[in-house]
């Protein structure tokens, strides 16, 4: 499980975010400009001053007077004066105000400009940062370096091996291993101070020698994982891999590693090279998923239906949800009688039903995926659901 040093935004912390029901609940999405031409010219917080005008314009649909609102959307209005705030960006920024608070997060999504007031937070966008959100190992691996790291796609987290695993060969094999690698002779005066040798003894000795250091390694990292079922991914030359690979007993190494010496790497490009090879595991997943709902299309299993998708999200009954990037579908939702009234757009009295059946599904233990229009199952639908059931 993630800790709140890995994920940028805990599902614990959507949880509570998604549980909050409080009379105009604003959420505001932007995105944050890194480059310093848009930092310059301030466009996030010109961005966020537009945002805040439009939700003044829905709270006074609300009846709520002008000296209330200015006062009630004061938290918001003082992040524009946030030097640091601006100073340090993400990609994008998330904003929630209610009765209760202003909580802010800067999160690794460009998000499109969107504000919303409702009694509840507006998070479809959130989704995304869940989607192939597994947790992997990467093993760096030399003769006289080896780090272990915790990883997901938002960074890595030290898990300090060294407390069970031997860091270098010669605390396994001896301070004197290199010497017996090499058989010295003494030479003529014309050949230096003296010359060596290399022999098949002395190749096979580096290897049982490495075997043993791998197996003490292997012995270590088996400890840390125990039965998890994350994958290892080692980063190291080649023949290290192939050698390693004979040792290993977790059964979740990978089977590709990142080649070449990566004790002098920079970790910045060592982690986004991680994470191209582990995006692809982790995809699967989703891609298992679209591949259910084509094997069960026109069955009861799944639906492009809300009076079918609706009702089974807030009862727990959604396997997969399937959304939309960017498409909202707006009405009401009676809970007593399962029934969905829609409407062509927002309005005070109705609500994002989109974003109520994502959240429904993904804190009832569903997946939601959050996809562009071209990737959907089925054309022209912004919501498709495949049940459990």
Same mark, same amino acid.
């Given at each position: ?8 935004? !805990?599902?614990?912390?959507?949880? @509570? ?52 609102? /200015? ?45 919303? @007031? ?25 003769? &006289? ?30 301070f004197d291993f290199r010497p017996r ?21 002395? /190749? &096979?000795? /580096? ?53 070449? &010496? ?22 699967? =997943?989703?891609?298992?998923?679209? /591949?259910?709902? =084509?094997?069960?299309?026109?069955? !009861? ?9 609706? !009702?089974?999200?807030? &009862? ?6 399937f959304v939309q990037h960017n498409t ?11 029934? @969905? ?19 429904? =599904? ?28």
């Amino acid at each position: 499980m993630y800790t709140t040093a890995d994920h940028p935004l !805990p599902k614990k912390t959507f949880e @509570v975010l998604a549980a909050k029901r409080n009379p105009h609940c604003v959420s505001i999405y932007l995105p944050m400009h890194k480059k310093g031409k848009e930092q310059n010219e301030h466009l996030a917080q010109k961005s966020l001053k537009s945002c805040i005008r439009e939700v003044q314009k829905n709270l006074a649909e609300y009846q709520m007077h002008e000296d209330e609102i /200015k006062k009630y959307l004061k938290p918001i209005n003082d992040l524009i004066d946030n030097i640091e705030l601006w100073r340090h960006p993400s990609d994008g920024i998330a904003i929630f105000l209610d009765a209760e608070g202003l909580n802010y997060y800067s999160l690794p999504i460009p998000f499109t400009i969107k504000n919303y @007031v409702d009694n509840r937070f507006y998070l479809k966008p959130l989704l995304p940062l869940y989607h192939e959100d597994g947790v992997y190992y990467l093993l760096e691996l030399s003769e &006289d370096y080896v780090k272990l790291y915790e990883a997901s796609r938002f960074g890595l987290k030290d898990v300090h091996v060294e407390d069970f695993a031997p860091d270098q060969l010669e605390k396994v094999v001896g301070f004197d291993f290199r010497p017996r690698m090499l058989q010295f002779r003494s030479g003529q005066a014309t050949h230096g101070a003296g010359s060596f040798h290399g022999y098949g003894e002395g /190749k &096979d000795d /580096k290897k049982k020698e490495l075997t043993s250091f791998f197996r003490a390694i292997d012995k270590g990292v088996k400890k840390i994982l125990g039965d998890n079922k994350n994958p290892l991914l080692l980063a190291c030359v080649d023949s290290s891999y192939f050698q390693y690979k004979k040792t290993n007993s977790y059964p979740h190494l990978y089977d590709k590693n990142i080649g070449g &010496d990566p004790e002098f790497r920079d970790k910045n490009s060592l982690h986004q090279e991680s994470w191209k090879l582990m995006k692809v595991y982790f995809e699967k =997943t989703k891609k298992d998923k679209l /591949k259910q709902f =084509t094997d069960f299309y026109h069955t !009861p299993k799944t639906s492009f239906e809300l009076n079918d998708i609706i !009702p089974a999200g807030v &009862d727990g009954k959604i396997d997969t949800l399937f959304v939309q990037h960017n498409t909202d579908i707006f009405g009401a939702y009676d809970w007593e009688n399962k029934h @969905v009234i829609l409407d062509e757009q927002k309005e005070i009295h109705n609500i994002s039903l989109t974003n109520l059946v994502a959240l429904q =599904t993904f804190t009832q233990g569903g997946k939601v995926y959050v996809l562009e229009a071209d990737e959907m199952p089925i054309k022209e639908c912004a919501v498709i659901a495949l049940f459990r059931y």
